[in-house]
């Protein structure tokens, strides 16, 4: 992966050539007459609209693309088509900031936001979670702030005591609560006419989708995104403007060939839905009229120490995989009591890990683990590096095998889902598209991972130990030595570690934050 390097600047430098024919209007909806059709008709409307959207929609991009991110893929769309006003930048649609192009993914460049949410009806495998009508960039936090919640008004549906503004994260006018996420004003209504599209762009008949629905009343949250009736009310609030006609017109001639009606004819969303539901008022009802169920509620918003970590913060610096299995692990950051730690060779899917391998399960114990500390995995370190007693078996057999795997850390965010911190490859493992299943060794590449977070060592070797003199070195310098597989001896005979052995002794000085920790480490080579 080049993220950061010139490589990378070059790739998302690129951008596609028009390649659809017929995305000016005239051509797209020749023959559609949109005042032709009115509330009394608007079964119909759905289905001339579905019809129209599904059969031009001629190029599915690439999420990432596993082997050059950032070219070909949705990286690379989100560069052209949301843009700075600068080169080299995007625009993040919460903060409304301008950042650099590079480096992207993981929290020290910006990510991709799913306004339609994974959790919430958008697929793994097919064409939806690639939509770039769906697809923004925002920023790391506030990727984790808004979660899968539900788009409205601070102190509408939820008690205004659950919400911070600005949210955190977020630029003017945004606004996070317990259920719902206010975006700034001026974006409103683009967010609200991109529901709309998936609302009727996916009704299930592409493979691998479903029905979306946007409601005000999400009783399937697996399926239904809110509030229908605020987004009525933005999209009126917010009209279309020049740039999100741009991006429409992009969309449709360079990506997908197919555009988003409600754009160009904005008229249709008061003839496919009723009238907006009046806003409910703060107090015990918290809930539309017209529902008859109150929706759950996704948990509060309180970020942990998983979503406070970078991606790299934890590392690997020792492999055997010719049994017993042991694996060495390094923290840049002081680790709190009770943080759970989860290392596992199952394949992530591209929102979590798929059980066909197995996952042992680290709680930090009491007092927890200062930065700069090495901490292992394996019954030979036992009483030799902290955590290695600690370590318990949470799904599946745990295993290294000798010809190559894809191994992951990662911890709980506050919804409980997986975050990778640090992955490592060796042997014949390799990252490959997201899929239904996976061979052995093969695994989605985590977009959050990004370039500090992933060790990829040279193929061919069962064992492995970081071995360079690396005194002095800041974090980031000292991570990207860790990453270049050639300061790394491997053998597939000689077993390295555990600590104690007499033949090799290195004292070695890592560089945390302002300070320096020095380790006093003894490893077999």
Not at 3 to 9: A, E, M, P, R, W
Not at 464 to 469: H, I, L, N, P, Y
Request: glycine share 10%.
């Amino acid at each position: 992966m080049k993220y950061t390097s010139v490589v990378s600047l070059l790739s998302l430098a690129f951008i596609a050539e028009a390649q659809y024919s017929g995305c000016n209007t005239g051509s797209y909806y020749s023959g559609f007459n949109p005042s032709s059709y009115s509330r009394s008709n608007k079964d119909a409307l759905r289905t001339v609209l579905g019809d129209l959207l599904f059969s031009t929609h001629r190029g599915v991009v690439p999420n990432t693309n596993t082997e050059d991110p950032g070219v070909d893929d949705t990286w690379a769309a989100l560069t052209d088509l949301d843009q700075g006003s600068t080169p080299n930048k995007v625009k993040l649609i919460y903060s409304q900031d301008e950042v650099a192009s590079v480096p992207f993914g993981g929290s020290r460049g910006w990510v991709k936001e799913h306004l339609h949410p994974i959790l919430r009806g958008v697929g793994l495998l097919g064409p939806d979670v690639s939509d770039v009508h769906n697809l923004r960039p925002v920023n790391y936090i506030s990727n984790i702030v808004r979660g899968t919640k539900y788009y409205g008004e601070c102190g509408v549906l939820v008690p205004l005591d659950t919400c911070e503004t600005p949210a955190e994260g977020g630029g003017n006018g945004t606004c996070s609560c317990n259920r719902v996420y206010t975006p700034p004003p001026e974006v409103r209504g683009d967010i609200a006419r991109a529901l709309m599209y998936m609302d009727v762009r996916y009704d299930g008949r592409d493979d691998n989708t479903i029905n979306l629905r946007l409601t005000d009343c999400p009783f399937q949250h697996e399926r239904d995104m809110a509030y229908l009736s605020q987004m009525l009310t933005w999209h009126k609030e917010d009209p279309v403007d020049e740039a999100e006609t741009i991006r429409n017109n992009k969309v449709c001639e360079k990506y997908q060939g197919n555009r988003n009606p409600f754009v160009d004819f904005p008229e249709l969303a008061e003839k496919l839905w009723e009238e907006a539901l009046p806003l409910p008022a703060t107090g015990d009802r918290q809930i539309y009229e017209a529902c008859e169920k109150i929706p759950t509620e996704p948990p509060t918003f309180a970020p942990n120490q998983c979503e406070r970590l970078d991606e790299g913060d934890i590392y690997l610096w020792l492999l055997n995989s010719k049994d017993p299995d042991t694996l060495g692990l390094f923290t840049f950051q002081d680790l709190e009591e009770d943080l759970e730690l989860f290392i596992t060779t199952n394949p992530w899917d591209g929102s979590g890990f798929l059980e066909s391998g197995g996952t042992v399960k680290m709680t930090v114990p009491s007092g927890g683990l200062n930065g700069g500390t090495a901490f292992g995995f394996g019954s030979d370190l036992i009483n030799v590096l902290p955590g290695a007693d600690l370590w318990q078996a949470e799904q599946g057999a745990f295993s290294l095998p000798e010809d190559g795997e894809i191994v992951f850390v990662y911890c709980l965010d506050n919804f409980d889902k997986p975050r990778p911190i640090v992955g490592l490859t060796y042997g014949n493992a390799q990252f490959v598209p997201a899929a239904d299943s996976y061979g052995v060794a093969e695994s989605t590449l985590p977009d959050t991972l990004g370039e500090t977070g992933l060790i990829k060592l040279q193929a061919g070797f069962a064992n492995a130990v970081f071995d360079k003199d690396h005194n002095g070195y800041s974090d980031d310098a000292l991570k990207a030595i860790v990453r270049d597989s050639s300061n790394w001896k491997m053998s597939n005979t000689d077993r390295f570690g555990p600590p104690g052995s007499s033949a090799f002794s290195a004292k070695i000085t890592f560089s945390i934050a302002a300070t320096t920790a020095t380790l006093a480490a003894t490893w077999f080579l």
